[in-house]
């Protein structure tokens, strides 16, 4: 069954440096999406990303963050200068169209400490 | 506004028991409602969904859920637990966000363990 891979599983890194979190979507998947999951907190959504740009973003994705899809397999959220309230889990997510009722599939999530 | 609360952080209960995990949402249309699991290590993988129609919907491994409008509630169950059901779960509406929808509002989630 297809699956969304994400790597690395787990990111250190320490507080100012830029850090890339990468996304393998499900391959004929046409939305994705970037979530977050602080420690002990509820899993919140940052962006969604379609035909090449954002299509929604929250409040929780600033100028800090942005996403990209390089190539036709990856999709990325970059960092560019980390907060030690970035740390959390951060999960990939990708769907075949976008609406509240479609399924959205995860991928396991990189958790990023930042010291 | 637009949330999910899931009352229980934690609950234990012995193999073979039967489970009820709660789910209120805050929502002022139909609501989408998913249940999603996270096994140590994996994603979240989707049990069920509730968009429309009987309001008894079955997922998969065994779970089911009951979307109840009058008391805004989609509780999880089910009738037996098996070891292999200890994770986290995770209730979810599909949201309604700015001018356009897909995104997903979730709860804090309940971590279930399996005693033997």
């Known amino acids: 069954e297809p699956e969304v891979t994400q790597t690395p599983s787990h990111q250190v890194t320490q507080m100012g440096q830029e850090v890339i979190l990468r996304c393998v979507p499900i391959?004929?998947?046409?939305?994705f999406y970037w979530y977050r999951q602080i420690l002990g907190q509820k899993v919140e959504f940052l962006v969604s990303f379609y035909n090449n740009e954002i299509s929604e973003k929250s409040e929780i994705f600033d100028d800090q963050f942005s996403v990209e899809r390089p190539d036709g397999s990856n999709f990325t959220l970059k960092i560019r200068s980390t907060k030690l309230e970035d740390s959390a889990m951060y999960f990939c997510?990708?769907?075949?169209?976008?609406?509240?009722?479609?399924?959205?599939?995860f991928g396991p999530g990189t958790r990023l400490l930042v010291l | 506004a637009q949330s999910v609360t899931q009352p229980d952080i934690h609950i234990t209960v012995s193999e073979g028991a039967s489970l009820e995990l709660r789910c209120n949402y805050s929502y002022g249309a139909t609501p989408y409602l998913f249940w999603y699991v996270q096994s140590p290590g994996q994603g979240l993988q989707l049990l069920l969904k509730y968009f429309s129609g009987d309001t008894l919907v079955q997922g998969i491994k065994g779970f089911e859920a009951e979307f109840k409008r009058s008391q805004s509630s989609f509780n999880l169950r089910k009738p037996s637990v098996h070891w292999s059901d200890a994770a986290e779960y995770f209730c979810a509406v599909g949201a309604v966000y700015g001018g356009s929808q897909g995104n997903l509002i979730f709860g804090k989630g309940t971590k279930l363990s399996v005693k033997p």
């Open positions: 997510a990708s769907s075949f169209n976008i609406g509240r009722q479609e399924t959205q599939y």
């Open positions: 391959s004929n998947h046409l939305y």
